[in-house]
């Protein structure tokens, strides 16, 4: 049944609309190339423009990114959920994403301390972004690199319990196809060297700046589909409550209150959703590690310039692209996810993920010492920064690439999407805006800590005790979900 601009669905009907779950998946797809398209340029870009920039300020300026994200990723989950619209809030995000891409593209009208200007794109995009999660994509300023914040519940409201790891698995294609676009325009981009080109005084045209122009014109294409394509739909039980609530504040203390409320009396299995709140730390912060320091140890371990680090980031995130896609493919079109028991399969791919790390640590049968610090190219292992560039070994970094891309490429895919079916099912038929917006910020709270951590871990002691941690937290979490197999499995059949 339609109402105005929003579709109203009977509670008891269990059935899937296609039609708004691909214009979901094309809202998302087209946010996340916005997005993707920058990937490894950040970093060198900081780098090239404000040489007092340096690791740990990098992780600075991505933990304040991810704060932005996290404060408003629960505004805009409470504002979809009290004017039971998706809408307006996608479009509020994608207003002030315009804004940051314009201040990105000013930034050398800027005569000192532009890293601080960086530092406040991101936290910008970080805001406008946090309608949109993150935790498929490497690059900071792709913070909408998963499904949606507010799409995700709009996802589980359009399908039905049967469909719904197909439905997830669209949006998570959307996404995966921009990990291939982004980088291939990228690679094409890589071709214009800084300073590249004066388009008018102080705007230019380059390797690093190209991405940011094609990303501002995917937004505003972005605003015009959300405006003109995208239906509003809630359940028919809350259609008496929309004149009532929409009178309300949006956002109140008695409010939050209420809701916590509701879900308290509601019938639901807190332990399990605490369970994959804790359990999504791990895919979490393997990515919010490799997106503070992969272009990072690219140039300070293996000696790459800004040019080669794009370049070869871009070429590892096609080849990651290409094989994730061809598993959710496999999830749309062959129904993976009713053939395979999710919740096995987030099991067996959370320890996939963490032997990646075990067999990438740098030994010495399988490293080299780093390659210390160039002056022209402004890349290697400088000792002043520094202190272990004299003994640190490295990793071969094709070994390193093809492996990430041989197993975690359908892991993580996989993972998510397992994990985002499991947590659907266990939250039932209810509205899961909020809920699906605190799974959001326990990815902004790690997204937070991890950035500093990881990039001062690094300038003290370089890789070797990272990837430690890193396999440490994906067994460890393997083991949790092991012991809570058995409970959840009373929810999947």
């Given at each position: 049944?339609?109402?105005?601009?929003?579709?109203?669905?009977?509670?008891?009907?269990?059935?899937?609309?296609?039609?708004?779950?691909?214009?979901?998946?094309?809202?998302?797809?087209?946010?996340?190339?916005?997005?993707?398209?920058?990937?490894?340029?950040?970093?060198?870009?900081?780098?090239?423009?404000?040489?007092?920039?340096?690791?740990?300020?990098?992780?600075?300026?991505?933990?304040?990114?991810?704060?932005?994200?996290?404060?408003?990723?629960?505004?805009?989950?409470?504002?979809?959920?009290?004017?039971?619209?998706?809408?307006?809030?996608?479009?509020?995000?994608?207003?002030?994403?315009?804004?940051?891409?314009?201040?990105?593209?000013?930034?050398?009208?800027?005569?000192?301390?532009?890293?601080?200007?960086?530092?406040?794109?991101?936290?910008?995009?970080?805001?406008?972004?946090?309608?949109?999660?993150?935790?498929?994509?490497?690059?900071?300023?792709?913070?909408?690199?998963?499904?949606?914040?507010?799409?995700?519940?709009?996802?589980?409201?359009?399908?039905?319990?049967?469909?719904?790891?197909?439905?997830?698995?669209?949006?998570?294609?959307?996404?995966?196809?921009?990990?291939?676009?982004?980088?291939?325009?990228?690679?094409?981009?890589?071709?214009i060297p800084y300073p590249g080109y004066q388009i008018i005084a102080g705007i230019r045209f380059h390797i690093y700046s190209a991405p940011i122009w094609f990303s501002f014109i995917l937004t505003i294409l972005t605003v015009f589909f959300i405006a003109f394509f995208l239906q509003d739909v809630h359940r028919a039980s809350t259609e008496s409550k929309l004149e009532e609530e929409s009178a309300r504040p949006i956002i109140s203390v008695e409010q939050i209150k209420d809701i916590i409320s509701k879900l308290k009396r509601s019938n639901l299995d807190w332990r399990l959703i605490a369970v994959c709140l804790f359990v999504k730390i791990a895919g979490t912060f393997s990515h919010a590690t490799m997106q503070s320091i992969m272009?990072?140890?690219?140039?300070?371990?293996?000696?790459?310039?800004?040019?080669?680090?794009?370049?070869?980031?871009?070429?590892?995130?096609?080849?990651?692209?290409?094989?994730?896609?061809?598993?959710?493919?496999?999830?749309?079109?062959?129904?993976?996810?009713?053939?395979?028991?999710?919740?096995?399969?987030?099991?067996?791919?959370?320890?996939?993920?963490?032997?990646?790390?075990?067999?990438?640590?740098?030994?010495?049968?399988?490293?080299?010492?780093?390659?210390?610090?160039?002056?022209?190219?402004?890349?290697?292992?400088?000792?002043?920064?520094?202190?272990?560039?004299?003994?640190?070994?490295?990793?071969?970094?094709?070994?390193?690439?093809?492996?990430?891309?041989?197993?975690?490429?359908?892991?993580?895919?996989?993972?998510?999407?397992?994990?985002?079916?499991?947590?659907?099912?266990?939250?039932?038929?209810?509205?899961?805006?909020?809920?699906?917006?605190?799974?959001?910020?326990?990815?902004?709270?790690?997204?937070?800590?991890?950035?500093?951590?990881?990039?001062?871990?690094?300038?003290?002691?370089?890789?070797?005790?990272?990837?430690?941690?890193?396999?440490?937290?994906?067994?460890?979490?393997?083991?949790?979900?092991?012991?809570?197999?058995?409970?959840?499995?009373?929810?999947?059949?």
């Open positions: 049944m339609n109402n105005g601009d929003s579709l109203v669905v009977p509670d008891s009907e269990d059935t899937t609309n296609w039609r708004l779950i691909i214009v979901a998946g094309i809202v998302s797809a087209l946010n996340a190339v916005e997005n993707s398209v920058v990937g490894m340029g950040e970093w060198p870009y900081m780098k090239e423009i404000d040489k007092d920039a340096t690791a740990q300020f990098f992780g600075m300026a991505t933990s304040a990114s991810k704060c932005g994200h996290a404060l408003f990723a629960l505004v805009f989950s409470i504002w979809s959920y009290k004017t039971h619209s998706v809408k307006i809030p996608l479009l509020a995000s994608r207003l002030i994403a315009i804004v940051a891409c314009m201040i990105y593209l000013s930034i050398e009208y800027v005569p000192d301390g532009k890293r601080y200007v960086l530092m406040s794109v991101y936290i910008l995009l970080g805001i406008a972004n946090s309608s949109f999660r993150s935790h498929e994509n490497y690059s900071k300023l792709s913070v909408s690199s998963g499904a949606t914040t507010v799409l995700r519940g709009y996802i589980a409201m359009c399908s039905s319990t049967q469909d719904r790891p197909r439905a997830f698995a669209v949006i998570g294609l959307s996404i995966i196809v921009s990990i291939v676009v982004g980088p291939m325009l990228q690679l094409i981009f890589s071709s272009s990072i140890l690219f140039m300070v371990q293996y000696g790459w310039s800004g040019t080669e680090t794009v370049r070869m980031g871009s070429m590892l995130m096609v080849g990651f692209g290409v094989l994730s896609c061809v598993v959710l493919l496999l999830y749309i079109f062959c129904r993976l996810g009713q053939i395979l028991p999710q919740e096995k399969v987030f099991l067996v791919c959370t320890i996939a993920s963490g032997c990646v790390f075990l067999i990438t640590y740098p030994y010495e049968f399988n490293s080299s010492p780093v390659v210390l610090y160039n002056e022209t190219t402004h890349a290697g292992c400088n000792p002043l920064e520094y202190s272990w560039c004299e003994t640190a070994m490295a990793v071969n970094p094709y070994f390193f690439m093809i492996l990430t891309i041989l197993v975690s490429a359908p892991s993580i895919p996989m993972m998510h999407t397992a994990l985002d079916t499991v947590y659907s099912r266990i939250l039932g038929n209810v509205d899961q805006s909020v809920a699906q917006g605190a799974m959001t910020i326990v990815d902004d709270i790690v997204f937070m800590v991890t950035p500093v951590f990881t990039t001062t871990l690094f300038t003290l002691l370089g890789v070797g005790p990272l990837w430690i941690i890193k396999s440490s937290v994906f067994f460890a979490i393997a083991a949790v979900w092991f012991l809570n197999l058995k409970k959840i499995r009373t929810h999947m059949y």
